[in-house]
């Protein structure tokens, strides 16, 4: 992520200092029964992490936005890269096994070790995107939804996803 400088580092600090701001991203995220984690129901980027307009024509990563409210804006802006340790894009639990401060190389080193175990989110064949974009519009639904689809994801791939 690029480093955020002056106007806009100030723009974020009052975004996470405003309660109307906070209470809209809020809004966007619901928890699945299961899970564990707090899913983003807003909109996503590319690679299906969830995106948070907190001013006009100002955008975050949406777990960026999460980290700031937990750890505040100084402790946001030393962190380059936010892992996702539940291996879920849409997560906004600012936790140990949920979303962490990271490296670049961290992060691609637990990306690659947990790409290919059985069951992961990782491994998922409709692509981080896709999945990320077809979870979130369950949950926009009913959060049970998402935890029905999870199971069903379980029980078709069992301990091993399909070779081809």
């Known amino acids: 992520m690029a480093r955020l400088e002056g106007a806009g580092l100030a723009a974020l600090g009052a975004a996470l200092a405003d309660g109307g701001t906070v209470a809209r ?9 299961g899970s564990g984690c707090r899913w983003w129901t807003g909109a996503i980027s590319g690679r299906g992490h969830g995106r948070f307009y907190y001013a006009p024509d100002r955008v975050v990563i949406a777990h960026r936005f999460a ?3 937990a750890h505040g804006l100084d402790a946001l802006d030393q962190v380059r890269v936010l892992g996702h340790r539940c291996d879920n894009p849409l997560c906004q639990r600012v936790h140990p096994s949920h979303v962490v401060a ?16 059985a069951g992961s989110a990782l491994g998922d064949p ?4 896709r999945r990320a974009r077809e979870l979130r519009d369950l949950a926009r639904q009913d959060p049970a939804l998402v935890a029905a689809d999870l199971a069903r994801l379980r029980a078709l791939y069992g ?3 399909l070779l081809w």
């Open 25 to 33: 991203w809020q809004a966007k995220v619901v928890e699945v029964p």
């Open 159 to 161: 301990e091993q996803l």
């Open 102 to 117: 990271s490296s670049y190389e961290e992060n691609r080193r637990e990306w690659v070790a947990r790409r290919d175990l």
């Open 67 to 69: 980290f700031g409210l």
């Open 126 to 129: 409709r692509g981080a995107r």
